[in-house]
């Protein structure tokens, strides 16, 4: 009787580690990537990439602004500098080099032709790169690269 007793706790402790390690696994499957940067331009960023890239604000407060794009779950925030709620990493602004960002469209010939239409400054006209990809470039009010882009299967 003790050896089966003994035999089940050990079989239900194998299966509850099992389980546990299934649950971290798919924790971390779910895992969602959120880019963010600290800019005293809130104001700015807000309209630039709520009218020129239509992202959507999720979530916004006197000092932090959340953003996404409006058919998808990816997401981007922006966050005052120096902040008092925010612990030292977090409070440097960023310096305006060195960040960039990808957004895939369907046919950027037609976000060229509108980001054009809106008198959005391209700095890297519409061109087509020899791995397939066709894109262009704009800058944010941060100085933040944002290469827009729609990829093409190479021959």
């Not at 104001?43 to 000092?63: A, C, G």
């Not at 959005?120 to 791995?131: A, C, F, G, K, S």
Request: proline share 5%; net charge negative.
């Amino acid at each position: 009787m003790r050896k089966w007793i003994l035999f089940i706790g050990i079989v239900t402790a194998f299966l509850c580690a099992m389980i546990c390690s299934v649950h971290a696994q798919n924790e971390l499957k779910s895992m969602k990537m959120n880019a963010g940067f600290i800019t005293a331009k809130l104001k700015e960023t807000k309209l630039f990439y709520t009218q020129v890239l239509k992202m959507e604000v999720v979530f916004e407060n006197d000092f932090y602004l959340l953003l996404k794009v409006n058919d998808g779950t990816d997401q981007i925030s922006f966050l005052l500098p120096n902040h008092e709620s925010q612990l030292p990493l977090f409070q440097p602004a960023f310096a305006g080099k060195g960040a960039y960002l990808t957004m895939e469209v369907n046919h950027v010939d037609e976000v060229f032709r509108e980001m054009k239409e809106m008198k959005i400054p391209i700095v890297i006209t519409l061109r087509d790169e020899p791995w397939g990809d066709r894109h262009f470039a704009i800058v944010d009010p941060n100085g933040i690269g944002i290469d827009i882009v729609t990829y093409k299967p190479q021959n």
